[in-house]
């Protein structure tokens, strides 16, 4: 399922009329955070699985 220019127009009208053009900013920040939060954590899954193996193998 491909969205475009239209769908994406239409999503961020929504938006707007439903959070306001004040809390954007915020929600944006917010979910900046959250990635970056999900980002940091999958690293760091990633890096115990590694040790995890290593361990295995001796």
Do not use: H, N, W, Y
């Amino acid at each position: 399922m491909k969205l475009g220019t239209t769908e994406l127009m239409i999503i961020l009208a929504v938006v707007v009329i439903v959070f306001g053009p004040t809390q954007i900013p915020k929600l944006t920040r917010m979910f900046g955070r959250s990635v970056k939060g999900f980002r940091e954590g999958m690293s760091e899954d990633d890096g115990q699985a590694a040790k995890d193996a290593d361990q295995g193998d001796l």
